[in-house]
Nanobody, 125 residues
């Protein structure tokens, strides 16, 4: 499975961006798809995730109320709508997928089998 993340860019504080993660090689069905981010000098951290076959979602506290993760069956993509962006959201955002990501392990990068290349999100103050 190859993942492609897109949609990053430069926005001002309070702005919005929509990231997209597409898969080639197979469909996302039965997978858990997560978005992570990594700022310079910091560890990669979980942002949000969605379990494809149940549509259940998970968010980190900083994302709740501002970010929304969703899936598009027809396009085999997962989107991350990010609103009310803050400078601290600046990071490279990665999408990842795993076919056996347990509910208590969604925030751990090692739980995922496949990773996209990352897309830069920069929020100016």
């Amino acid at each position: 499975v190859q993942l492609q993340a897109s949609g990053g860019g430069l926005v001002q504080t309070g702005g919005s961006l929509r990231l997209s993660c597409s898969a080639s090689g197979r469909t996302f069905s039965s997978y858990y798809v997560g978005w992570f981010r990594q700022a310079p000098g910091k560890e990669r951290e979980f942002v949000a995730g969605i379990r494809w076959n149940t549509d259940s979602t998970d968010y980190t506290d900083s994302a709740k109320g501002r970010f929304t993760i969703s899936r598009d069956n027809a396009k085999n993509t997962v989107a991350l709508q990010m609103n009310s962006l803050k400078p601290e959201d600046t990071a490279v955002y990665y999408c990842a997928a795993g076919n056996s990501v347990a509910a208590l392990r969604v925030m751990f990068p090692r739980a995922y089998d496949y990773w996209g290349q990352g897309t830069q999100v920069t929020v100016s103050s």
